[in-house]
C-alpha cells in the first residue's frame, strides 16, 4: 500500500510565503511524476504544478513565477509558495505517478490534503 502525506499547510498574510512537503511511501519500484492540486471552496481540483522524473515542469498560469516545484527519486516533493494571494486559499492535494515494485504496474496516489489560507 503506497501511502502519500502532505504537510506545511497554514494560515499567511497577503504576500507571504509557505512550503509544502509531500511523501509517497511504500512499495515504490520509481517515481514517474509528482504534482500539487488545489481545491478552492465549491471549486473543482485544479492542477498547480507537476515535475516529471525527466525534469519535465508544468505550471498553472495563476501560479507562474511564484510558486516553484521540485521532486527527487525518493518520492518527496516540495512546493515553495511566495507572493501568496487571496485566491491561492484552499485544500493543497499532493498526487504521485509511482510505479509499485511488487508488480511493476503504475498507479497514482493522492494525499488527504493540507489547506492554506491567505488572508489580507
Not at 487571496?86 to 488527504?112: F, I, K, M, R
Request: one cysteine or more.
Amino acid at each position: 500500500q503506497v501511502n502519500v502525506a502532505e504537510s506545511g499547510g497554514g494560515s499567511v498574510q497577503v504576500g507571504g510565503s509557505l512550503t509544502l512537503s509531500c511523501v509517497a511511501s511504500g512499495p515504490i519500484f520509481n517515481v514517474q511524476a509528482m504534482a500539487w492540486f488545489r481545491q478552492a471552496p465549491g471549486n473543482q481540483r485544479q492542477l498547480i504544478a507537476r515535475a516529471r522524473y525527466d525534469d519535465k515542469i508544468t505550471y498553472a498560469d495563476s501560479v507562474k513565477g511564484r510558486f516553484t516545484i521540485s521532486m527527487n527519486d525518493a518520492g518527496q516533493s516540495a512546493l515553495q509558495m511566495d507572493s501568496l494571494k487571496p485566491e491561492d486559499t484552499g485544500v493543497y492535494y499532493c498526487n504521485a505517478d509511482v510505479t509499485l515494485h511488487t508488480t511493476y504496474t503504475s498507479y497514482s496516489y493522492w494525499g488527504q490534503g493540507t489547506q492554506v489560507t491567505v488572508s489580507a
